[in-house]
């Protein structure tokens, strides 16, 4: 199996796992067109120099959650 690094394409549920979010986030990002797309074979798949890209300018970073403090 190929490393990350080697892939030229990633599907969803990967890529959720190296983002740190759910499939359906990743679902929603590439609905949404914060990340391009490409069908092979039946499958959505994202290319790695876009998964690259997004993560320079932020997409698929988890944000701080700032809530009230229990008192």
């Known amino acids: 199996m190929a ?3 080697e892939r030229t394409m990633i599907a969803f ?3 959720g796992d190296r983002w740190g979010v759910s499939t359906d986030t ?8 914060y990340l391009r797309t490409i069908y ?11 998964v690259l890209r997004a993560e320079m300018v ?14």
Request: cysteine-free.
């Open 3 to 5: 490393s990350e690094e």
């Open 26 to 33: 990743v679902r929603r990002l590439a609905d949404d067109n």
């Open 40 to 50: 092979i074979a039946g499958r959505r798949l994202v290319p790695m120099e876009e």
């Open 58 to 71: 932020g997409v698929g970073r988890g944000r701080k959650r700032v809530g009230k403090k229990a008192s």
């Open 13 to 15: 549920a990967p890529l």
